[in-house]
T-cell receptor, first 111, second 115 residues
Framework: EDQVTQSPEALRLQEGESSSLNCSYT??????LFWYRQDPGKGPEFLFT???AGEEKEKERLKATLTKKESFLHITAPKPEDSATYLC????????????FGTGTRLTIIP | NAGVTQTPKFQVLKTGQSMTLQCAQD?????MSWYRQDPGMGLRLIHY???????DQGEVPNGYNVSRSTTEDFPLRLLSAAPSQTSVYFC??????????????FGDGTRLSIL
């Protein structure tokens, strides 16, 4: 069965303090790994899709990387508006419609 | 451009009542899906549709029913509400099915409590 584990569950950083969020996954044939951002009371908002080990994608202060077993979301010099819950999800090969989501990392950036 | 719109935003039901959660999208997306989000668990797929007239079960379909008569709308029906269905429900749409890796666009959710 596909599994996604995100760590840490919660992370508090000072503004400008860089760090990384981890997403470990187990899936039989990865088609894609997704990162979403979710603000309180809102739906998830798409950030990145990664397809193969070694791939990297960037958006503003965020950079996502992928290995064969895990993905990292690096946040550089974060600002308070980066505070949110970050969700990771995997999609299996061979037409399976199910996205398997992790439980997320709740990130708080303190001014 | 509204994206994915869900109504109502909040609802309280009594056990055994039925209701319909509405979802509409204005992006002409073929693929739509319903998820539930519970504390300590990831989003779980309830039902999905790859186009008008076509629906299929996801991971946790029991107690829910869907239909897709138009491209825009994908309502979720609770047949006889149970306390275990207390959750936050999200509707999502994308320009392609899950295997196409097109990103999903989510609505802001319906927070449902069953007493």
């Amino acid at each position: 069965e596909d599994q996604v584990t995100q760590s840490p569950e919660a992370l508090r950083l000072q503004e400008g303090e860089s760090s990384s969020l981890n997403c470990s996954y187990t899936v039989s044939g990865l088609r894609g790994l997704f990162w979403y951002r979710q603000d309180p009371g809102k739906g998830p908002e798409f950030l990145f899709t990664l397809y193969s080990a070694g791939e990297e994608k960037e958006k503003e202060r965020l950079k996502a990387t992928l290995t064969k077993k895990e993905s990292f979301l690096h946040i550089t010099a974060p600002k308070p508006e980066d505070s949110a819950t970050y969700l990771c999800a995997v999609q299996r090969n061979f037409g399976n419609e199910k996205l398997t989501f992790g439980t997320g990392t709740r990130l708080t950036i303190i001014p | 451009n509204a994206g994915v719109t869900q109504t109502p935003k909040f609802q309280v039901l009594k056990t055994g009542q039925s209701m319909t959660l509405q979802c509409a999208q204005d992006m002409n997306h073929e693929y739509m899906s319903w998820y539930r989000q519970d504390p300590g668990m990831g989003l779980r797929l309830i039902h999905y549709s790859v186009g008008a007239g076509i629906t299929d079960q996801g991971e946790v379909p029991n107690g829910y029913n869907v239909s897709r008569s138009t491209t825009e709308d994908f309502p979720l029906r609770l047949l006889s509400a149970a306390p275990s269905q207390t959750s936050v429900y999200f509707c999502a749409s994308s320009s392609g099915p899950g295997w196409s890796n097109q990103p999903q666009h989510f609505g802001d959710g319906t927070r449902l409590s069953i007493l």
